[in-house]
T-cell receptor, first 114, second 108 residues
Framework: ETGVTQTPRHLVMGMTNKKSLKCEQH?????MYWYKQSAKKPLELMFV???????ENNSVPSRFSPECPNSSHLFLHLHTLQPEDSALYLC?????????????FGPGTRLTVL | KNEVEQSPQNLTAQEGEFITINCSYS?????LHWLQQHPGGGIVSLFM???GKKKHGRLIATINIQEKHSSLHITASHPRDSAVYIC??????????FGQGTRLTINP
């Protein structure tokens, strides 16, 4: 248990569906992250939020829409996805400061797009 | 060519063996992380280091900044150590760049 929870753990959706992934951190951190892990590829950073402000968008298609209502919650809204978007989506949090910080990861949501 | 290269990609060993996983990176970094990912997806941070050596239980991580190389060692390996081990390097304040991972299997 890392203090970062994600729901749902598994999600199957059609290309026309709209769904949302949820992440919650109980660590009092000020930064949250969305990562994508596709089969046989390294982890890819998607979005970074620092104090609820998006500080990085790593050229992610607009069919992925993040939302960070407060420093403890992070959502990833999904719409009109493609089968190649099927992957493990991982959320992480950290306490950013003047020194490199450790990121704590959630268990991930395994997404399958039909 | 990935910015972070790990070797080997797959490693199978017998219980008790000494394990070494290597990570090489191509640009200057502020820190290097070793992560462990178990089947099912959850990732645990093992080490963050910027110089020298760190030890936690049976795990040892070393880094050579001049050679841009890090190693993760596991002593007296056990089947529960079976997982994917991921090296990640940090550039600047936020962004982590990940290696492709090393899948370790320890047979009893």
């Amino acid at each position: 248990e890392t203090g970062v929870t994600q729901t749902p753990r598994h999600l199957v959706m059609g290309m026309t569906n709209k769904k949302s992934l949820k992440c919650e951190q109980h660590l009092g951190h000020n930064a949250m992250y969305w990562y994508k892990q596709s089969a046989k590829k390294p982890l890819e950073l998607m979005f970074v939020y620092n104090f609820k402000e998006q500080t990085e968008n790593n050229s992610v298609p607009s069919r992925f829409s993040p939302e960070c209502p407060n420093s403890s919650h992070l959502f990833l809204h999904l719409h009109t996805l493609q089968p190649e978007d099927s992957a493990l989506y991982l959320c992480a949090s950290s306490q950013q400061g003047p020194f490199p910080d450790t990121q704590y990861f959630g268990p991930g949501t395994r997404l399958t797009v039909l | 060519k990935n910015e972070v290269e790990q070797s080997p990609q797959n490693l199978t060993a017998q219980e008790g063996e000494f394990i070494t996983i290597n990570c090489s990176y191509s640009v200057g970094i502020s820190a290097l992380h070793w992560l462990q990912q178990h089947p099912g997806g959850g990732i645990v941070s093992l080490f963050m280091l910027s110089s020298g050596k760190k030890k936690h239980g049976r795990l040892i991580a070393t880094i050579n900044i001049q050679e841009k190389h890090s190693s993760l060692h596991i002593t007296a390996s056990h089947p529960r150590d079976s997982a994917v081990y991921i090296c990640a390097v940090r550039h600047g304040a936020q962004k982590l760049v990940f290696g492709q991972g090393t899948r370790l299997t320890i047979n009893p």
